[in-house]
């Protein structure tokens, strides 16, 4: 079972910058999937970012929405999961989670809120 823990959100005026950060209760280094989701009020969760890793190396990706803005970023040494988020806009406003996954497992954080207002 590996727990995660979110930090880093808050609120922010347009523009502007936050840095979420994750930190998981295990080894983060077999999980093929290590990734970042959000949900705003009224809407699906959608992928922000995500690395994924194989045997042939690691792939990143990124919503259309958030490219050029966020990086993602994955440090198997400190098992965390980072997504620094720059040039924010107010339809960045949303809960952001999370997420790492095995073949078998999927887990989840708690979630931070990030709002982005004027």
């Known amino acids: 079972q590996v727990q995660l823990v979110e930090s880093g959100g808050g609120s922010v005026q347009p523009g502007g910058s936050l840095r979420l950060s994750c930190a998981a209760s295990?080894?983060?280094?077999?999980?093929?999937?290590t990734a970042w989701f959000r949900q705003a009020p009224g809407k699906q969760r959608e992928l922000v970012a995500g690395i994924t890793s194989g045997g042939s190396g690691s792939s990143t990706n990124y919503a259309d929405s958030v490219k050029g803005r966020f990086t993602i970023s994955r440090d198997n040494a400190k098992n965390t999961v980072d997504l620094q988020m720059n040039s924010l806009k107010s339809e960045d406003t949303a809960v952001y989670y999370c997420n790492v996954r095995t073949l078998l497992k999927n887990y989840w954080g708690q979630g931070t809120q990030v709002t982005v207002s004027s």
């Open positions: 295990g080894s983060i280094s077999s999980m093929y999937l």
